[in-house]
């Protein structure tokens, strides 16, 4: 059964940071597009940043500039670095995996950003 699992996520101070892990199971982890995205509540649930199975990144306007997503493909795990947290940042977290017609996605983790 194919597995993304997330964690990472809390409460931070606005200008703080956080590093968000998925790991993966269950599938040919470097064939796959990660993906990382968030949903406020209320509003869509958007892209944030994505990785490619050989290493191509594109960020959302958003979090340019401030995140990295980066992959270990011998540990299964996309991450995501957040940097200068903003309190407009705060939403749920999820990371998805993509490949042909194929897609998952995790749980989500929060990520609160508040004084």
């Known amino acids: 059964q194919v597995q993304l699992v997330e964690s990472g996520g809390g409460l931070v101070q606005p200008g703080g940071s956080l590093r968000l892990p998925c790991i993966t199971s269950e599938i040919t982890f470097r064939r796959y597009t990660m993906g990382w995205y968030r949903q406020i509540p209320g509003k869509q649930r958007e892209l944030v940043a994505f990785i490619t199975g050989d290493g191509f990144t594109n960020y959302a306007d958003s979090m340019k500039g401030r995140s990295t997503i980066s992959r270990d493909n011998a540990k299964n795990t996309v991450y995501l670095q957040m940097n200068s947290l903003k309190p407009e940042d705060t939403a749920v977290y999820y990371c998805?995996?993509?490949?042909?017609?194929?897609?998952?996605w995790g749980q989500g983790t929060q990520v609160t950003v508040s004084s």
């Open positions: 998805k995996a993509s490949w042909a017609s194929m897609g998952y």
